[in-house]
């Protein structure tokens, strides 16, 4: 490959964009097998501003389809790798995509995970190639624990996971392969916290319910179609409910009871106990959950009148003089000359110490003569807060 090829992918004349993507289809079929993770990063570096130069909804959707179907005309492994670029690209490029480019790219996704199923199905579900390829799924768009990835991207990703894999193969895809392709979703709900990414795993599994042939859910019509929001896809109910409850075993806490949330949203409740054998909680046991405490009375009860806070002042004052065998002291509300008295005895002090200009001697250092620190009792404490409390109702 030259080294203007990522140029003229980019370019702005649409000619020359649609030229370097044919020849670089052609190019890919005769060495693709020789490029490495890096250079098919870097390939696909240049495909996305290519994408980002296409304008018209017409050309845009043209060009989706043709790099999607790229996968066609590639070996079965570097098809997976081919993938994996992509969706590493979409997520390393994704917080640069402004508001008005951001559709396009909504629907560049949607094409490859169609035509990725449609793949998989021409493959007959070999096994090796959907475990890659669902591998590449957990590690990018719908992995629960990469902090890289965008959370609107992985939003995305979920609601048209199982909308794109109804239009690919509807019916005509066996119940355990099906089974296997709901592992990024169930791997999803037993990491996330997201509200967003629950909120669209719930409407996703009601849908599965919606879904489901009519001797497994009553509530199922026999005509499924788009419109009424119920999927092609043979779900059987039986297998859903009995990974559900694998997964709430392995979960604790919280999480446990949002799993079993799911699986009663997911199956009818006969189902769901006979997956349980009647050991875990009913579900009116999960949507009736106890009330929590009211936080405002506990806050108000810890707010006390002025009554108890004196009376409980007296009552430490007796058990204080009780203690040290004294006579409890009194505060103003019981004698209102005590203040009055230490007021008085409080201005003669500072009046001495102000007319006394003698110098005084020196006192020796804290270090050579150690003094005592007076004991303060719980008795001086309540007076002086009692004092205090005083002060303030009379400035009011």
């Known amino acids: ?25 052609g190019w890919l079929k005769n060495n693709g097998d020789t490029l490495s993770h890096l250079e098919l990063l870097k390939l696909w570096r240049g495909l996305f501003y290519c994408f980002w130069m296409s304008d018209k909804p017409t050309i845009q959707q043209h060009l989706a389809d043709r790099l999607a ?12 790798k081919y993938l994996e670029a992509f969706w590493t690209t979409i997520i390393s490029q994704w917080y640069g995509i402004d508001r008005l480019r951001l559709d396009k790219f909504y629907n560049l996704l949607r094409r490859f995970q169609f035509y990725s199923f449609t793949f998989l199905k021409a493959k007959e579900w070999d096994d090796s190639l959907v475990g890659s390829y669902l591998d590449v799924l957990e590690k990018g768009p719908l992995s629960p624990s990469e902090s890289h990835v965008p959370d609107s991207l992985r939003v995305h990703a979920v609601e048209a996971y199982f909308e794109e894999l109804n239009k690919a193969v509807g019916h005509d895809i066996p119940q355990d392969t099906l089974i296997t392709m709901m592992r990024p979703i169930v791997n999803l709900l037993s990491s996330t916290t997201e509200p967003i990414t629950l909120s669209k795993l719930r409407v996703i599994f009601k849908k599965i319910r919606r879904s489901a042939p009519a001797e497994e859910n009553s509530e199922t019509n026999d005509d499924h179609s788009e419109d009424d929001g119920t999927w092609k896809l043979p779900f059987d109910l039986h297998y859903v409910a009995r990974m559900l409850v694998d997964l709430s075993e392995s979960s604790g806490g919280k999480k446990r009871k949002t799993v079993l949330s799911f699986l009663y949203q997911a199956v009818p409740r006969e189902i769901a106990e006979a997956a349980q054998k009647h050991l875990l909680p009913r579900p009116d046991k999960l949507k009736l959950r106890d009330k929590p405490p009211n936080r405002y009375l506990m806050r108000k009860r810890k707010f006390l009148s002025m009554e108890e806070i004196l009376q409980r002042k007296k009552r430490a004052k007796l058990e204080a003089a009780a203690q040290s065998e004294e006579t409890p002291a009194l505060t103003r509300f019981d004698q209102p000359e005590t203040v009055a008295t230490s007021e008085a005895s409080n201005e003669r002090a500072v009046a001495s110490t102000v007319g006394d200009q003698s110098p005084t001697p020196a006192q020796p250092r804290s270090a050579d003569v150690p003094t005592e620190t007076p004991k303060r009792s719980a008795t001086d404490d309540i007076t002086r807060e009692g004092l205090s409390l005083c002060v303030f109702l009379n400035c009011k």
Not at 1 to 24: E, I, N, P, W
Not at 69 to 80: A, F, G, P, Q, T
């Open 1 to 25: 490959m030259s080294a203007g090829f990522g140029k003229k992918l980019a370019h702005t004349d649409k000619k020359v964009r649609d030229q370097a993507v044919k020849s670089l289809i």
């Open 69 to 80: 179907l790229v996968i066609y005309e590639l070996d079965d492994s570097l098809s997976i």
